[in-house]
């Protein structure tokens, strides 16, 4: 028999042999052939998850840090659950960074924007420092991205840079790098859509992208980051020099189609300008709402989903499609100082790739009671209370030891409180005795021979208070005056002086509705009287009892930030034979131990027509 033949008959008998055995236990002593075992197919694969519908993505938000690592003595006034409301504590940069991570918990798929003025006017364990002390800190808090504001300009466009990449190049009166000798610049992006080089190129990038993914679906969140077109009004205009500021609302409309072809399903807009609301703590009606944020806001493309904002140091959630339908944005601030974080949550359809739903809630950064003069604020378990990140809280005592024996060096005694409080001429008791202390320190013939000073109102941060005993400290007076500006002295004729004074009502942002109005120092008075035009609201100018002309030459004081236009009062520009002199702060602190006990000036050099 041929062989295959001969296996095929042999085939069919092994296979009637097994059907006739049937499982019945009936071998009919025959021995079934089992052929060899077969590679068996491996088992199908479980099938893929379906891709989600949607992704849940938090951005979480803060603004207006201004350096203040340790808890600023602030609360917010938020609603009891017996109904009224209840002193919360707040801030605190160690506090701050565990309400961070604990937000960040909820959801990995999230991003922490600030929305600028981290830096700049800070209390001293940041600004004696030049603000690497909180650079640092938020290193440690993980956060993705800072749209600059104005207060990052405060010492100068190089300084900014130092402060994103790192390094230890003297840039200002200050020496760097005093703690840190490696100080390595910020790990996060530093975003500026609108701050324009000469060469076309913004001074940071314009946007960022942030992608997130579930279960194989990746959805992409764009952030555009700027400041307000107005940074060159409010800082020194020395360190904006060939800097240009856009319109923000042009800006951001013309990143949206190019973010969109990068395949942007959300755009978030992170801008430094804001406004105010007439209710409080967390509540989304936000009545009221007002503010240089609203033209803004009602020229910006439709189809941003979101607006950080930040300037105004107020808090709001702010649903402005109530207040224009044709703008539907989410609109947040989270005040100051890092008292507060907003917790955003957007839903984005994988498929549409759009935001489905948003919303947002203000988060009180509880984390210490405190005591501020006779009131004592303490913990209130009606809100969420955080705890220390120790990195933070170890990198924060780094610098106050080393701060300390300075900010606790008295100075000298007051025999009352300094206050920045204006009265109805608009000059404060606090101002006009900087401007005396700036008078003092120039006035001697090789430090300017200096006749008249001027402070800028702006510049004065913090009140005076002496301790029980008349006693005032380093730390105190450079809370007053930290932006660590120098003395300049200019030659300006009675004329200039004059079109000085008329710039407070008549001058950019300056205006008769919002003037601001110099402090004078001592023997220098004037009248204004806002009923009349223009050009001729000032009158009555008086040195030491002379009535002073319009061609005589004066020397004049005023600090660096005045020196070259700040605050729009671009007639110091004109001054002449320019001498510059001492910081600030050292002026101040020479003036208060030669006068000590000091009695604080009265506020009667300015006189207001009704």
Do not use: W
Request: charged letters at 15%.
């Amino acid at each position: 028999m041929h062989a295959s033949l001969k296996h095929f008959a042999l085939a069919g008998v092994v296979v009637a042999t097994l059907t006739a055995c049937g499982g019945s236990g009936n071998s009919n002593n025959f021995i079934p052939f089992v052929p060899p075992p077969t590679a068996s197919n491996p088992p199908a694969p479980a099938p893929a998850p379906a891709a989600p519908g949607t992704i849940d993505v938090k951005l979480i938000a803060f603004n207006d840090l201004h350096g203040n690592l340790e808890p600023p003595k602030l609360s917010i006034n938020a609603p009891a659950k017996a109904g009224g409301t209840v002193a919360v504590p707040a801030g605190g940069a160690a506090y701050m960074a565990s309400a961070i991570a604990s937000l960040k918990a909820k959801n990995p798929n999230n991003a922490v924007v600030s929305a600028g003025d981290m830096i700049g006017a800070s209390p001293l364990v940041s600004a004696l420092f030049l603000d690497e002390s909180t650079i640092e800190a938020v290193n440690a808090m993980k956060i993705d991205f800072n749209a600059v504001g104005n207060h990052e300009f405060d010492k100068g466009q190089t300084e900014l840079l130092r402060m994103k990449n790192g390094g230890c190049a003297k840039n200002t009166a200050l020496e760097p790098c005093r703690v840190n000798k490696s100080f390595p610049g910020a790990n996060f992006g530093f975003l500026a859509a609108n701050t324009v080089k000469t060469d076309g190129n913004t001074l940071f990038p314009a946007t960022g992208m942030k992608s997130f993914t579930k279960d194989g679906a990746t959805v992409k969140v764009a952030f555009i980051g700027m400041t307000l077109k107005g940074t060159p009004n409010i800082v020194t205009p020395a360190g904006v020099a060939g800097l240009s500021f856009k319109d923000e609302a042009d800006t951001a409309n013309a990143l949206i189609p190019q973010l969109k072809s990068q395949g942007a399903d959300a755009i978030v807009v992170v801008i430094h300008e804001g406004g105010t609301t007439t209710v409080g703590y967390n509540d989304k009606s936000c009545a009221g709402l007002s503010g240089d944020i609203l033209p803004i806001l009602n020229k910006l493309d439709a189809s941003v989903d979101v607006v950080i904002s930040g300037h105004t140091h107020r808090s709001y959630i702010c649903d402005y499609a109530k207040t224009n339908p044709a703008k539907p944005f989410l609109l947040t601030s989270a005040g100051q100082y890092g008292t507060l974080l907003t917790d955003i949550n957007l839903t984005i359809d994988t498929k549409t790739r759009k935001v489905t739903a948003k919303s947002a809630d203000n988060v009180i950064v509880q984390g210490e009671a405190y005591t501020s003069g006779s009131t004592t604020v303490a913990l209130t378990d009606q809100y969420p209370v955080f705890g220390k990140n120790q990195e933070v809280a170890a990198l924060i005592s780094q610098y106050l030891a080393i701060a300390g024996p300075l900010v606790q060096r008295v100075v000298g005694s007051l025999t009352a409180t300094a206050t920045r409080t204006q009265t109805t001429s608009k000059e404060s008791v606090l101002g006009n005795l900087i401007a005396d202390a700036q008078l003092a320190a120039t006035s001697p013939a090789g430090k300017g021979a200096a006749q008249i000073a001027f402070m800028n109102p702006g510049g004065v941060r913090a009140d005076l208070a002496p301790a029980g005993d008349g006693s005032v400290t380093y730390g105190q007076i450079f809370a007053v005056q930290p932006f660590g500006n120098s003395l300049v002295v200019k030659t300006m004729t009675g004329a200039q002086i004059k079109a000085v004074l008329e710039q407070q009502f008549n001058s950019g942002s300056n205006t008769t509705s919002a003037p601001k109005v110099l402090l004078p120092s001592n023997g220098f008075s004037y009248t204004y009287n806002l009923s009349q035009p223009a050009g001729s609201r000032i009158s009555n100018m008086s040195l030491n009892g002379t009535a002073m002309t319009d061609g005589t030459s004066y020397r004049v004081t005023m600090n660096s930030f005045l020196a070259t236009g700040g605050d729009n009062f671009t007639v110091f520009n004109q001054g002449t034979d320019t001498l510059g002199g001492d910081q600030d702060v050292d002026a101040l602190e020479a003036y208060i131990k030669a006068n000590s006990p000091l009695t604080p000036p009265a506020t009667d050099r300015i006189t207001v027509v009704p």
